[in-house]
């Protein structure tokens, strides 16, 4: 029997795309939802991500299609919308999880990095989820949409201006859209994770002194686990949520308080 925090048909019969969904966080979250009953259209740049992933699902016994899609290419976020819409007739969830980022001084930034980082983050999510609202608001069934973010996004984040700016545009995003989509009942969360040793953010602390002064942030003091975030987005995209709306679920120890005077 599967460990999942809700009970198992908590999604049964509901189709959820999740970008980013081959590894990490999206995959973990992917799986989680998968668990739960949905139908699970897993998206990724990267085809081998995609392939591993959607045989792990499938070794579940879960029901998943695999689409390779960059989010930055509004033609292939369309591409993964119909041809969901063609295999499964109905999108009810999509997880913003696709994401780009590195360390890097603001003044040594490539245009190239700056775009390639933003149009990843922001643009991919904006037209992911103006896809999503076209079908969830004209199948009249309404929907739910998270995305990841991160709590730089309102705190800054020195050396990741790409990644904060972006972010940060999403939570905007995200609260417009909970409001202006709220009458066709379409939900718009975010979940933000703090250090989560996935092996796509673990360049971010493999040098040690920067695991250390990242860890030593977290007053819980450890990084977080992906099971942890997925179950939390299960239960934001979940009926048991269903008056959760425009609301950034914080996961991450403690990690962004903790700004007193003796830390
Ligand atoms: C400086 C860099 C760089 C680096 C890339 N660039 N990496 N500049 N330092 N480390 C620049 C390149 O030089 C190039 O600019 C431009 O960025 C595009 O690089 P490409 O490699 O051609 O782009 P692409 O293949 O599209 O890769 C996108 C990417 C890459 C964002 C750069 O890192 C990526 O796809 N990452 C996905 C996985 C990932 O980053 N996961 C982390 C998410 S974790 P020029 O000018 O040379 O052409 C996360 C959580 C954070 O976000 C929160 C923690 C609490």
Redesign the pocket.
């Known amino acids: 029997m599967p460990n999942t925090m809700l009970p198992i048909d908590t999604l049964k019969g509901q189709v959820a795309i999740i970008t980013g969904g081959g590894t ?1 966080i999206g995959f973990g979250i992917a799986s989680e939802l998968a668990l739960l009953g949905a139908k699970v259209v897993l998206a990724s ?1 990267n085809p081998d991500h995609l392939s591993e992933a959607e045989s792990r699902l499938r070794t579940q016994g879960c029901e998943v299609l695999a689409i390779p899609t ?1 989010v ?1 290419q509004p033609e292939a976020v369309d591409n993964l919308f119909d041809r969901t819409l063609e295999a499964f007739g109905q999108v009810d969830i999509l997880v913003n999880a696709a ?6 001084d603001s003044e ?10 933003v149009q ?2 922001l643009h991919g999510t904006f037209y992911c989820a103006r896809r999503a609202g076209m079908a969830m608001i004209s199948s009249g069934r309404g929907g739910r949409i998270l995305s990841v973010v ?3 996004a309102w705190t800054g ?1 020195p050396r ?1 201006v790409h ?1 904060v700016a972006a ?1 940060a545009g999403v939570v905007a995003l995200t609260r417009s859209l909970a409001v202006e989509w709220a009458p066709h009942r379409i939900r718009v969360n975010a979940i933000c ?4 040793d ?1 092996e ?2 673990r ?2 602390w493999q040098d040690p002194e920067d695991r250390a002064r ?1 860890l030593a942030k977290v007053p819980v003091g450890r990084f977080g686990t992906v099971q942890e975030v997925a179950q939390a987005s299960a239960y934001l995209v979940s009926p048991y949520a269903d008056f959760i709306n425009g609301e950034v679920l914080v996961i ?1 120890g403690g ?1 962004w308080l903790g700004k007193g005077l003796t830390s």
Do not use: Q
Not at 99 to 104: C, E, H, L, R
Not at 110 to 115: D, L, P, R, T
Not at 193 to 196: S, V
């Open positions: 990490g740049r960059d930055r994401a780009g980022n590195f360390i890097v040594k930034l490539s245009v190239n990095g700056w775009n390639s980082v990843s983050v991160a709590s730089y984040g990741t990644s972010k994770p703090g250090p989560t996935t796509g953010a360049p971010l990242t991450d990690e």
